[in-house]
């Protein structure tokens, strides 16, 4: 009996789309552990776009925060610093809850031991300057990093 390449290649395409679908809910849902008040300090760093060593460093400002976490990571809730406000639509992905707007990208992921909750961003200046660099003063985006304990 001869089976066609074609055969082969659906028979293959099959097999690995099963294994995906497959997997356990943990590679694919939020954690519960994320639940919580959490409350810390963030900083925004603006990215200098220099090859310069001699220029100035980057400008930064740092903001007490807090960040609400419900539903295992369904709905984030932050108080205080950058890009604040009641977060709905966020998705979970390689062990972070991920979040954005236009102009903010912020991903959240959990220390091992589950006591510290860390954030990582970044800012656009406007929509329009995501991942270029004709920013006003040779400044562009912002990074964006936090460090939080619960309360």
Not at 2 to 25: E, Q, Y
Not at 93 to 115: D, E, R, V
Request: with cysteine.
């Amino acid at each position: 009996m001869h089976v066609s390449n074609k055969v082969k290649t659906i028979a293959v395409i099959g097999m690995v789309v099963l294994d995906f679908a497959l997997l356990p809910p943990a590679y694919s849902q939020a954690d519960r552990r994320f639940d919580g008040t959490w409350v810390g300090t963030e900083t925004a760093t603006a990215q200098r776009l220099t090859w310069d060593p001699k220029a100035p460093k980057p400008q930064s400002a740092s903001f007490k925060t807090t960040i609400v976490v419900a539903q295992a990571g369904k709905l984030v809730n932050k108080t205080g610093g950058v890009c604040y406000g009641r977060w709905e639509h966020v998705f979970w992905a390689n062990n972070a809850i991920n979040f954005s707007t236009h102009n903010c990208k912020i991903k959240l992921t959990l220390s091992p031991n589950g006591k510290t909750l860390n954030e990582s961003g970044s800012i656009a200046l406007s929509p329009a300057h995501w991942g270029r660099s004709d920013a006003p003063a040779g400044y562009g985006n912002f990074e964006l990093f936090g460090r939080f304990h619960r309360q």
